[in-house]
């Protein structure tokens, strides 16, 4: 067995409620700015996306057209990470690209849904009236644009990845196991090169009343994370996408191309959360493989605001007290299989500025962190299951 | 003890069971028969209504029913036969407690209309708009229906049951799903690297 190779994240992107591109979203953090929209969907609350152009990345307005938005979200950062990392538009190196998605989909059109469930309402509704409607109200691509899997599709025929493509479903657990399976198969040569992410629209009430099934959506009034408790737990979701490049040391170094930071290591696990602690118990499985870890450090973590998990993380961390934590859900939002994705974005791009941004969090649990960072941990744990830690350090 | 290795040199990995449901039937045994006396497994939908629709046929699994009425619970349902079928076949490791990883191919999954329509009636008024829909699906009273319609819930389901180890991945690419699962199932035997870790 050779030597497993060192994997670096030479490209990112990431458009969400807070902008588009590592500047703007740096400076947003760093100012502790939050987007969120508590009128559009009251009682509930998302983080919208910001405006942005499509055109700047999706230059045909017919691609644009058969999309949904969490398509064009994904298509968008896909293409601001292929940029970062300098590899747009190179077609010997997009030819071998690999991809990993990490998918939802099946975004509806709700008004044709809602008539047709009135009409039911209504007692209208004849033995063929359902398929009739159907097949006369919705246009026809939206099955293309309720597919996970055109996501990847989307990518490829705008921006030319043509290497092997797989998308992986399956909420916040597809957005950790897209960059295990990245990294490994990177890690033992398997691939050179790979495009990694996800996308999330958080503005639609589809998912809104999936979620308010099993109560998880936070009403009413936004809070950050940490502040949420018991009485009045939940999550806003939140539009985002998020791209990495994810390629060996040997292939950046042959193209001269400037690396974030190093990914050395994601692990992730899928704990039976039907006792209570076995979220924190997963998680504490976990910590010592990604390696030995100082008893002061900094973490990203996804954390949701929905209980009894986060209870569960929060107890985790108590464990961990040396640690400056950020939760992103207080600034991004919920983003679902984007979550993980974005904890490992911001963590590359923390280590390459030299610097962690500020708490963001008025009960004290994120403590400040004036020092340069040379490791950050990520985390994430699924709101209903899915359990997830990375590693990513500077390049030495 | 030194594994068979391939011209690549490495381990050869082999197949110690399988299941099957098809529309032909449940497990190897009555599809190989159905299969060799030249039966066909196409015929005419009757899981849902057809009226108006142009397609009418497909080989479908209407000899196994769920309640409620969810592909995605079909889907499970039929997943967990296949699994029993191969993890009896193979032999490999205890009762729920199977010593590797999940992959599974599946289809995309979203609330269906049957349960669309039950929640539409709970609103109780006969002209309403998406807020009217979203107030009466909080509660408690859809909550079986979050984890139905979850994306994971069938790899965490066959996961619970059969004890496979680590985070299982679901995975969808079109008609290549089904061979890109049996791809990352020989790469995680192959090398350390995809094993749950």
Known sequence: MTEPKEVWITGIGIVSSLGEGLDAHWDALNARRINVDEKRFAPYIVHPLAPVSFDAQIPKKGDQRQMEAWQRIGTYAAGLALDSAGVKGNREILGRMDMIVAAGGGERDVPVDIAILNSYAKGNASPGFLNERLMNDLRPTLFLAQLSNLLAGNIAIVHGVSGTSRTFMGEEAAGIDAPRIALARIASGQSDIALVGAAHNGERTDLLSLYEFGDFNLTDKYAPVWARDQTKSGFALGSAGVFLVMESREHAEARGAKPFAKLTKVVADLAQRKQPGAVTKSLETLWPKLGMLGDDGVLITGTTGVEPVTSEEKAFLSRHPGYAVRATGTMFGHTLETQFPLGLALAALSISRGALFPPNDPTGLEIEKSESPAQIVVMGAGHWQGEGLALVEAIK | ?197
Not at chain 2, 15 to 35: H, Q
Not at chain 2, 61 to 90: H, K, M, W
Not at chain 2, 150 to 157: L, T
Not at chain 2, 179 to 196: D, E, K, N, V, W
């Open chain 2, 1 to 197: 003890m030194t594994a068979p290795r391939d011209k690549f040199g490495r381990p050869i990995v082999v197949v110690t069971g399988m299941g099957v449901v098809t529309s032909l039937g449940a497990g190897k045994e009555d599809n190989w028969t159905r299969l060799t006396a030249g039966e066909c497994g196409i015929r005419t939908v009757t899981r849902f209504p057809i009226d108006g629709l142009k397609t009418t046929m497909a080989g479908t699994v209407d000899f196994i029913t769920v309640d409620p009425s969810s592909s995605t619970g079909l889907t499970e349902r039929l997943a967990d036969i296949a699994t029993e079928e191969a993890l009896g076949q193979s032999g490999i490791g205890g009762k729920g407690d199977f010593p590797g990883p999940l992959f599974l191919a599946v289809a995309p999954v979203e609330v269906e209309w049957p349960q669309r329509i039950e929640i539409g009636q709970a609103v109780g008024k006969t002209d309403f708009d998406v807020t009217d829909f979203l107030a009466v699906s909080g509660g408690g009273k859809f909550a079986k229906y979050h984890h139905r319609f979850m994306f994971g819930s069938i790899a965490g389901y066959l996961a619970e049951k059969f004890g496979t180890k680590g985070s299982p991945i679901s995975l969808s690419t079109a008609c290549a799903s089904g061979a890109t699962a049996i791809q990352l199932g020989a790469c995680s035997t192959h090398s350390r690297g995809t094993r749950p870790s």
